[in-house]
């Protein structure tokens, strides 16, 4: 086991951690610790929300809960030696649960707060625990289905430079000022309620506080980009854009099906993430990994042959209208699609809207090409159901 750098008591917030995290991204929030390029170390990490969902049969946590708070990252760990321009090289080697906490959870967010991919068409707060067997997944709250978990980081990344966080503030604001009204909004700006800025005080708090970009939408630094196959095995290459690189991660998954499309979100938990650094020297020029990190996948996955696909293609669903090419539209509609199979199979449409954003599910956008409808597809692995869900 890799020497432990961060660690978490389940039973505190990480603000009261002995050495807290953060849930903002800003280059000034100082360093948890440092490594050098070349070690291995283990990070433990909260569950995204600090622990406000508890293992009972109520949504009303779900629908409560503070998303200021969101997401609580274990780090920044400093990388000694790295500069603006290397690529930081990140080797995920080995994810787990911890013994205490062998269960985690999924949920529809309210519309009125947060919402979710169907919010239009499941605005109510619903939740399902998951419980584990080893690498297995059931849920006493969608019944009849048992599935391997590929599990992940729903967010690791690293810190962005003052200039690429104010031009994230600048285009954000812009963009919610277009409807700033709107419920649920079109993007999280800065917000000072709630903020966990590691051991930061007096000035510096309030000044981070006021400009920390929140950590909702996956940008430059990856962050929450919410990739179900980042899982065990997986190298990823970060551009680095301040000294040290900055590393921080957390939001941890037992599984996630692609979309993450309940927002809250995949199978959440708390657990321990073990990690591997090295650092390629000038490489976002030399390798032209500037602007968004690349990865190489691990090789392990569930050995799932046989699936169900449902397409959706670019139709707005309520109105009938046409889009051109609305790939957000025919994702949509093929979740939905889906949803409506399993429901003919006696799932709830909540039920089957959580297995959708818990299972290992395969979402493709198959054509962008096909003038005016893009083809989504979500495939539904067979084996998952305890039952033949095949149509005969
Ligand atoms: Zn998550």
New binding site residues.
């Given amino acids: 086991m890799p020497k432990k750098l961060f660690q978490v008591d389940l039973n505190k917030t990480m603000d009261k951690q002995d050495v807290p995290g953060h849930n903002r991204w800003h280059p000034d929030i100082p360093a948890a610790f440092s490594v050098n390029p070349g070690e291995s170390f283990r990070m433990e990490c909260l569950d995204?929300t600090d622990g406000q969902i508890r293992n009972n049969d109520d949504p009303s946590d779900i629908r409560d809960v503070n998303l200021n708070r969101v997401h609580v990252l274990s780090g920044p760990v400093y990388v000694n030696g790295v500069e603006p321009g290397d690529l930081l090289v990140v080797d995920i080697l080995d994810i787990g649960t911890f013994s205490a906490h062998e269960w985690g959870f999924n949920g529809i967010f309210a519309k009125e707060n947060g919402g979710s991919f169907l919010t239009d068409h499941y605005p109510e707060a619903a939740k399902s625990i998951w419980d584990f067997h080893g690498i297995y997944a059931t849920s006493r709250h969608v019944p009849n289905v048992k599935f391997a978990g590929i599990i992940h980081p729903?967010l690791i990344g690293v810190a962005p430079s003052q200039e690429l966080l104010d031009e994230w503030n600048r285009r954000e604001s812009e963009l919610v000022d277009q409807d700033p009204k709107r419920v649920p909004p079109l993007a999280n700006l800065p917000d000072k309620d709630s903020v966990v800025l590691g051991t930061l005080t007096g000035e510096d708090f309030d000044r981070v506080a006021r400009e920390g970009a929140r950590t909702v939408p996956p940008r430059e630094n990856g962050g929450n980009c919410?990739i179900k196959n980042l899982s065990r095995g997986s190298k990823i290459y970060f551009p680095v854009f301040v000294e040290g690189a900055k590393l921080s991660v957390g939001?941890l998954?037992f599984s996630q099906g692609d979309g993450e499309i309940t927002f809250c979100?995949?199978i959440?938990m708390p657990g321990w993430i073990d990690l591997h650094v090295e650092v390629i020297k000038g490489g976002m020029e030399k390798y032209q990994i500037k602007k968004n990190p690349a990865f190489r996948p691990g090789p392990m996955d569930p050995h799932y042959n046989e699936y169900i696909v449902f397409e959706g293609v670019s139709v707005n669903e309520f109105t009938g209208k046409q889009t051109y090419m609305d790939a957000n539209v025919a994702y949509r509609n093929a979740c939905l699609n889906a949803i409506e199979f399993l429901k003919a199979h006696g799932f709830t449409g909540e039920q089957a809207y959580m297995l959708l954003g818990s299972a290992p599910v395969q979402g493709h956008l198959a054509g962008v090409v096909d003038i005016p409808n893009s083809c989504c597809t979500i495939a539904l692995p067979k084996d998952i159901f305890t039952f033949d869900i095949m149509p005969k």
Avoid: A, K
Wanted: charged residues 40%; proline residues 0%.
């Fill in positions: 995204w729903g919410d939001d998954h979100g995949g959440e």
